[in-house]
């Protein structure tokens, strides 16, 4: 068994699991919407990368957003190629769960995914989410370009005021370039959709968050 505290350290690409050549084997279908979760998507649409803990509940959060066009959760962050579920939990690979999302920016902007994104879990809290623990359960944005980061780091400053007025902690949100977003296995895809009564930790901190 990993200690707790090994789960809470991201290890060095030397120390990672080693991985694999070969992406897990998908559907590539939403189970929700029916569409495909893989490349190419429709003309014009956006994508970002989020981590808000267990992806379950964040993933279903998104795909119920007007204007999200599909979402995938996966692993990004780490060192470890196509990843499964089980190395990803051991904290070994450096990775977080996270969302992919998809989305037409003519309906919904990236300020307001932002903002459905801090509501719903606490960016505060570091290695974790509530009782999930581990550096697989980190906050985390991950963008594709710089228009997208200044989007980001604006939404965070934000933010972070609103949580110093009611004398809550820093965000300690990891804020990055997307390298590679890995797919999670078909099992985890839309998972409460398959699985109604299953396993959902989003918790925000009621701290509204400012955008504009």
């Known amino acids: 068994m990993w200690k707790t505290q090994d789960k809470q350290a991201i290890p060095s690409a030397e120390d990672a699991l080693p991985g694999r050549e070969q992406p897990l084997q998908i559907t590539g279908t939403h189970h929700v919407n029916g569409r495909s979760i893989v490349p190419p998507y429709p003309q014009g649409c956006e ?9 379950w509940g964040a993933e279903r959060l998104f795909w119920q957003l007007p204007g999200v066009v599909v979402t995938a959760v996966g692993y990004a962050g780490g060192h ?3 990843p499964t579920y089980e190395e990803t939990c051991t904290g070994k690979t450096g990775h977080t769960e996270v969302v992919r999302v998809v989305f037409d920016p003519t309906v919904i902007g990236l300020p307001e995914i932002l903002r459905a994104s801090f509501e719903a879990h606490d960016p505060t809290q ?6 999930d ?3 697989q359960y980190r906050s985390a944005i991950y963008y594709v370009d710089d228009a997208q980061r200044e989007i980001v780091e604006k939404s965070l400053a934000d933010y972070q005021q609103a949580l110093n007025q009611s004398g809550l902690g820093r965000i300690t949100t990891e804020v990055a370039p997307l390298e590679t977003f890995y797919y999670a296995e078909d099992f985890h895809q839309q998972y409460l959709a398959k699985n109604p009564g299953g396993y959902c930790g989003l918790k925000g901190t009621g701290i ?5």
């Not at 570091?126 to 009782?131: K, P």
């Open 80 to 82: 470890t190629p196509n």
């Open 133 to 135: 623990i581990g550096s």
């Open 126 to 131: 570091g290695m974790r989410q509530g009782n």
């Open 208 to 212: 509204s968050c400012p955008i504009g």
């Open 47 to 55: 994508e970002i990368v989020l981590g808000l803990g267990c992806f």
